[in-house]
C-alpha cells in the first residue's frame, strides 16, 4: 500500500485566500484524522472521522475551518479565509480502529500564509 | 488536563554514543505511553509504546519503561546511528484514540 497520501506537500499563500488540503487514507481504514503541528502547540487533533462521518470536532480552532470526507478514500480540510497564524504543517492519519498506536501518518501539508 | 513534557532539543551526538530523551507527563487517569518518531520529510511512525506501569517497550534497539512513580517515560539507545537522526515525539492516550503530543525533541547523529 502506498501509504496515506497528502496533498500538496508544499501551499504558500497570501492572507485572505481560500487554502484545501486533502488527503487519502489507506484502503480499509475506517478511522481518519486531521492533525495541525506548530512550534507554539505542539501536534494538535483538529478533528476525526468514523466511516466517512464526523464524530469529534473539538480541536478545529474556528468557523474558518471545515473537513469534509465525502467518501472512504478522500478527505479534505479548508480553510476560508486564511490568516498567517494558520501556517503550519497539517497531517492527516488513518487507522482502521481508533486506537491511538494503530494511526498512520501521512507525510504533511507545510502550509504558509503570507 | 493531560499534558507531556519532554526534553528540549536539538541534540546532537556522534555515532555510537548513548541516547536519552526525558518525558515525563499529567494525566488524570491511567493512559498509555508511545514514542513516536518523524524521519524527515516524513509522517510520524509508532516507534515504541507501553500501557500500563512497568511496561518496558522496544523496538529497533530503542527501550523506554513506563514508570507511574515518576510519571516518566524516557527513551534510551544504546548506540545510536545516523539514520536514527528524526524528531522524536512522546505522546499519551487515555481514550484510545486522542493523543497528547510533547513538543518533540531533534536527534542529530553525527558519523
Known amino acids: 500500500d502506498a501509504g496515506v497520501i497528502q496533498s500538496p506537500r508544499h501551499e504558500v499563500t497570501e492572507m485572505g485566500q481560500e487554502v484545501t488540503l486533502r488527503c487519502k487514507p489507506i484502503?480499509?481504514?475506517?478511522?481518519l484524522f486531521w492533525y495541525r503541528q506548530t512550534m507554539m502547540r505542539g501536534l494538535e487533533l483538529l478533528i476525526y472521522f468514523n466511516n466517512n462521518v464526523p464524530i469529534d470536532d473539538s480541536g478545529m480552532p474556528e468557523d474558518r475551518f471545515s473537513a469534509k470526507m465525502p467518501n472512504a478514500s478522500f478527505s479534505t480540510l479548508k480553510i476560508q479565509p486564511s490568516e498567517p497564524r494558520d501556517s503550519a504543517v497539517y497531517f492527516c492519519?488513518?487507522?482502521?480502529?481508533?486506537?491511538?498506536?494503530?494511526?498512520?501518518f501521512g507525510p504533511g501539508t507545510r502550509l504558509l500564509v503570507l | 488536563g493531560n499534558s507531556v513534557t519532554q526534553m528540549e532539543g536539538p541534540v546532537t551526538l556522534s555515532e555510537e554514543a548513548f541516547l536519552t530523551i526525558n518525558c515525563t507527563y499529567t494525566a488524570t487517569g491511567y493512559p498509555s505511553l508511545f514514542w513516536y518518531v518523524q524521519y524527515p520529510g516524513e509522517g510520524l511512525q509508532l516507534l515504541l509504546k507501553?500501557?500500563?506501569?512497568?511496561d518496558k517497550g522496544s523496538n529497533k534497539g530503542f527501550e523506554a519503561t513506563y514508570r507511574k512513580e515518576t510519571t516518566s517515560f524516557h527513551l534510551e539507545k544504546g548506540s545510536v546511528q545516523v539514520s536514527d537522526s528524526a524528531v522524536y515525539f512522546c505522546?499519551?492516550?487515555?481514550?484510545?484514540?486522542?493523543?497528547?503530543f510533547g513538543a518533540g525533541t531533534t536527534v542529530t547523529v553525527r558519523a
Open positions: 507501553a500501557t500500563k506501569a512497568d
Open positions: 484502503s480499509g481504514h475506517d478511522y
Open positions: 492519519a488513518s487507522s482502521f480502529w481508533k486506537g491511538a498506536e494503530t494511526q498512520y
Open positions: 505522546a499519551l492516550s487515555l481514550n484510545d484514540y486522542k493523543l497528547s
